[in-house]
């Protein structure tokens, strides 16, 4: 694991009416994401609140991320959230300090 490893957790919260409408924009995003240096990115919508949204994304570093959302705020790129959250994204930086697997996948 390199320190330098940033795991990045968007949280999103829909107007009601929206979450769908969010989770087709986000998942729209993903590719530009990818081409601009995420290593990977996930989309998760709670079971239970639908208008719950995460996006868990792997950089190679907290600032390779911020430098990326900076230049995607300036661009306009976030603008049509606006219209989809009751509340602004947040974004959360985490460094992994331990991992585990089950033998075989988990099955």
């Known amino acids: 694991m390199s320190a330098k490893t940033a795991t990045v957790i968007v949280?999103?919260?829909?107007?009601?009416?929206?979450?769908?409408?969010?989770?087709?924009?986000?998942?729209?995003?993903?590719?530009?994401?990818?081409?601009?240096?995420?290593?990977?990115v996930?989309?998760?919508?709670?079971?239970?609140?639908?208008?719950?949204?995460?996006?868990v994304e792997e950089w190679a570093s907290a600032d390779e991320h911020k430098r990326f959302a900076a230049q995607?705020?300036?661009?306009g790129a976030?603008?049509?959230?606006?219209?989809?959250?009751v509340a602004p994204f947040e974004a959360t930086y985490l460094a992994t300090v331990a991992r585990s697997e089950a033998p075989g996948g988990g099955r």
Do not use: H
């Open 72 to 75: 995607a705020a300036a661009a």
């Open 11 to 40: 949280s999103f919260r829909a107007k009601p009416d929206q979450a769908a409408a969010l989770v087709t924009l986000l998942s729209g995003l993903q590719p530009g994401m990818l081409a601009a240096g995420a290593k990977t």
């Open 42 to 55: 996930s989309l998760l919508q709670d079971q239970d609140d639908p208008t719950r949204v995460f996006e």
């Open 78 to 85: 976030f603008a049509p959230l606006d219209e989809l959250l």
